[in-house]
């Protein structure tokens, strides 16, 4: 058995105005199942490139990825997206909620695109809510919530289709400290059942929740420790 995400020399080489670009130079990475990972790097380390790669909506250019042991680069993109649906959610900095939806309505809406039966949707929804703190505020819109409260929306939002894998990157970036501190705590909860958490930040407090930190440098792995 391999591990739950198994990058083997990774690049990702993007073409601008016909120069190659390395944002990604050869990466080995493996993460297990249940894992709690933080992925740290100055601007332009090729966090994001990473996280892209393996939440499967970029590929690699050469390399191996290998997710749940399936070979991510003879998917095709129908059989990726199928993977992605499956298996992962993403926390974005900026939420990225509709503003004209309640959080209820913003967290059924990828259920909606999934075929998930209505009565369902709504159960689940507010099942998620309340995991993330939130089941007083279930018909509040994003302006009638604090930034924190915004974010666990956006939290519960990627845990409706029930992913075992969430990918954040710089959830807490646009949160104070203490807020910050609050969702790296949630994340805990997440992974102590059984979700695999992999979460990208600049700030090494926030980094210090995770049990593992992975730091980069111009597209390579420069260390990777258990966070003890
Ligand atoms: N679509 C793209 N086309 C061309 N170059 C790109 C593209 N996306 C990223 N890059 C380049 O790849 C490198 C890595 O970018 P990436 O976004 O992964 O960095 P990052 O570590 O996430 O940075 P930040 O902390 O600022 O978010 C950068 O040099 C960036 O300019
Ligand atoms: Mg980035």
Redo the contacts with the bound molecule.
């Keep these: 058995m391999s591990a739950l995400i198994d990058l083997n020399m990774v690049t990702r080489v993007?073409e601008?105005g016909g120069e190659a670009?390395y944002?990604l130079k050869g990466l080995t990475l493996q993460i297990d199942k249940g894992a709690y990972v933080a992925i740290m790097?100055t601007?332009?380390?090729?966090?994001?490139?990473l996280m892209n790669i393996v939440g499967c909506l970029d590929r690699p250019t050469s390399g191996t990825y290998s997710l749940d042991d399936v070979d991510i680069l003879s998917c095709s993109d129908d059989q990726l997206a199928e993977v992605r649906n499956a298996k992962i959610g993403f926390v974005f900095q900026q939420f990225n909620l509709l503003s004209s939806m309640s959080a209820i309505g913003n967290v059924m809406l990828p259920m909606v695109y999934a075929g998930v039966p209505a009565a369902e949707r709504m159960e689940r929804a507010v099942s998620v809510l309340q995991q993330v703190g939130l089941g007083e505020r279930l018909y509040h819109r994003p302006n009638q919530l604090s930034g924190g409260q915004q974010q666990r929306v956006s939290i519960a939002r990627a845990l409706s289709n029930r992913p075992s894998i969430l990918l954040a990157d710089e959830p807490t970036g646009a949160l104070d400290s203490h807020t910050a501190e609050d969702t790296m705590r949630l994340f805990n909860e997440l992974v102590s059942r059984g979700i695999t958490v992999i979460v990208v930040t600049h700030d090494q407090e926030t980094a210090n929740h995770a049990r593992r930190i992975v730091r980069m440098k111009d597209g390579e792995i420069v260390d990777d420790a258990l966070n003890v």
């Design positions: 993007y601008m670009l944002a790097g601007s332009g380390s090729g966090k994001s490139t």
